[in-house]
């Protein structure tokens, strides 16, 4: 059984900085790329970051600079170290997982958890 729990959520003051943490099991997690999205309230699930099974990495332009994303293939396990937060940040996060396909576009994700909550007061 597939399963992606996230967890490190919560909520921060502008300026702070989160971590966080997504553990998968029932896939052979080295073989898949891993994204993380977000969603705000009455807004679509838009793309954060993701990192290939090569480590290579991607970033939407809002979070670059500040949002880092890796993965340690030993633990099944993929971050999300999140700097320099701002209220606009605040959404609920996903973590995914895609064997192929384009890595921005939610559409082409095999995998999801479900989601922690990021609330960056002002």
């Known amino acids: 059984q597939v399963q992606l729990v996230e967890s490190g959520g919560g909520l921060v003051q502008a300026g702070g900085s989160l971590r966080l943490s997504c553990a998968a099991s029932?896939?052979?997690?080295?073989?898949?790329?891993m994204g993380w999205f977000r969603q705000a309230p009455g807004k679509e699930r838009e793309f954060v970051a993701a990192?290939?099974?090569?480590?290579?990495?991607y970033y939407t332009d809002s979070v670059k600079g500040r949002f880092t994303i890796s993965r340690d293939n030993a633990k099944n396990t993929v971050y999300l170290q999140m700097n320099s937060l701002k209220p606009e940040d605040t959404a609920v996060y996903y973590c995914?997982?895609?064997?192929?396909?384009?890595?921005?576009?939610?559409?082409?994700?095999?995998?999801w958890g479900q989601g922690t909550q990021v609330t960056v007061s002002s």
């Open positions: 995914a997982g895609v064997l192929s396909g384009p890595i921005r576009s939610a559409y082409e994700y095999d995998y």
């Open positions: 029932g896939f052979t997690f080295s073989d898949y790329a």
């Open positions: 990192i290939s099974w090569s480590a290579n990495t």
